[in-house]
């Protein structure tokens, strides 16, 4: 059995271009994507083409609507592109991340002072933004516009991905784990990977966001009863699931979306052309302009 890790980051239209080539290349049997695992219903309607991106998955508890997330995928999203690519090669293609409703019980017993034991923790100034440490070491204040010079807007080979998951490594055994939330997500997506492992998967291909790679890369290190635990007394609260329009703007950082892109149209321009992107974006941008005026 292989099991490989892609990491990525989430609407990155270099991910994107590059993870697709990475799968062609693999040939995986199996693939597990980073995604709520309530949301598993939901998959076959990726290939229908009435189907067009921006859109997002709305995971509901139909009780109490308080209760609500969204996944947004853009057509540069890496995890659209290998949703694109499962249903094509007609291979076994789901979500692995906790289920909503598991999550929301789980944050709401924790709230209320339970603790879940077995995962290791540790806190650093640079747990909020990890990848600013690598930025300002690369001479950037911004983490953003490093990712992007460094993994978005360059063309990269599919080594890029080792890449990744070495930085990763070192930033994980440096700088710490993250919040517990991170730990458990990790937690629940071992368990999937295990699930595809013991119904007899041969290469498995993971697309996940680039954090997490370490956590789930090392997945045979950890005991599956450690990762069970984690789980324990908790009861996944029933949810609903639908595939709602979204939109560009919402995509963007500046909406309040924590995984948002700093400019969802330049990012949909260098998914579909590497060529003259900035002059693309100057003639929309003045195209605008004029319809304004006029």
Same mark, same amino acid.
């Given at each position: 059995?292989? /099991?490989? &890790?892609?990491?990525? %980051?989430?609407?990155?239209?270099?991910?994107?271009?590059?993870?697709?080539?990475?799968?062609?290349?693999?040939?995986?049997?199996?693939?597990?994507?980073?995604?709520?695992?309530?949301?598993?219903?939901?998959?076959?309607?990726?290939?229908?083409?009435?189907?067009?991106?921006?859109?997002?998955?709305?995971? +509901?508890?139909?009780?109490?609507?308080?209760?609500?997330?969204? =996944?947004? =995928?853009?057509? =540069?999203?890496?995890?659209?592109?290998?949703?694109?690519?499962? /249903?094509?090669? *007609? $291979?076994?293609?789901?979500?692995?991340?906790?289920?909503?409703?598991?999550?929301? *019980?789980?944050?709401?017993?924790?709230?209320?002072?339970?603790?879940?034991?077995? /995962?290791?923790?540790?806190?650093?100034?640079?747990?909020?933004?990890?990848?600013? =440490?690598?930025?300002?070491?690369?001479?950037?204040?911004? @983490?953003?516009?490093?990712?992007?010079?460094?993994?978005?807007?360059?063309?990269?080979?599919?080594?890029?991905?080792? &890449?990744?998951?070495?930085?990763?490594?070192?930033?994980?055994?440096?700088?710490? +784990?993250? *919040?517990?939330?991170?730990?458990?997500?990790?937690? +629940?997506?071992?368990?999937? $990977?295990?699930? @595809?492992?013991?119904?007899?998967?041969?290469?498995?291909? !993971?697309?996940?966001?680039?954090?997490?790679?370490?956590?789930?890369?090392?997945?045979?290190? $950890?005991?599956?009863? !450690?990762?069970?635990?984690?789980?324990?007394?908790?009861?996944?609260?029933?949810?609903?699931?639908?595939? $709602?329009?979204?939109?560009?703007?919402?995509?963007?950082?500046?909406?309040?979306?924590?995984?948002?892109?700093?400019?969802?149209?330049?990012? %949909?321009? /260098?998914?579909?052309? %590497?060529?003259? &992107?900035?002059?693309?974006?100057? @003639?929309?941008?003045?195209?605008?302009?004029? !319809?304004?005026?006029?």
């Amino acid at each position: 059995m292989d /099991l490989r &890790v892609f990491g990525i %980051r989430h609407h990155g239209p270099g991910s994107a271009r590059t993870l697709r080539k990475a799968l062609q290349a693999y040939e995986p049997d199996c693939l597990l994507i980073e995604g709520p695992a309530d949301a598993d219903s939901l998959i076959p309607y990726v290939a229908n083409p009435a189907l067009v991106p921006p859109v997002a998955i709305l995971v +509901y508890d139909p009780k109490d609507f308080q209760w609500a997330g969204y =996944f947004p =995928f853009a057509k =540069f999203s890496p995890e659209w592109q290998a949703l694109k690519y499962g /249903l094509k090669k *007609e $291979i076994e293609t789901r979500f692995i991340d906790w289920p909503m409703g598991l999550s929301w *019980e789980m944050e709401e017993a924790a709230k209320q002072g339970q603790l879940f034991g077995g /995962l290791p923790k540790q806190k650093t100034d640079w747990q909020k933004d990890p990848l600013g =440490f690598m930025a300002q070491l690369a001479g950037y204040d911004d @983490s953003e516009r490093w990712w992007d010079v460094s993994f978005e807007s360059a063309k990269n080979e599919l080594e890029v991905f080792d &890449v990744i998951a070495e930085m990763m490594r070192e930033l994980r055994s440096e700088l710490g +784990y993250g *919040e517990d939330s991170n730990l458990w997500r990790e937690a +629940y997506m071992r368990r999937e $990977i295990r699930k @595809s492992v013991k119904a007899g998967a041969q290469r498995i291909a !993971v697309v996940c966001g680039a954090w997490h790679v370490p956590g789930l890369e090392g997945w045979e290190s $950890i005991p599956a009863k !450690v990762d069970n635990n984690v789980f324990k007394g908790i009861r996944k609260r029933k949810t609903d699931v639908s595939w $709602i329009p979204w939109t560009y703007e919402r995509l963007s950082i500046r909406s309040g979306y924590a995984a948002g892109v700093e400019s969802p149209a330049w990012y %949909r321009t /260098l998914f579909d052309t %590497r060529k003259e &992107v900035a002059e693309q974006i100057q @003639s929309m941008g003045a195209e605008f302009l004029t !319809v304004e005026i006029e």
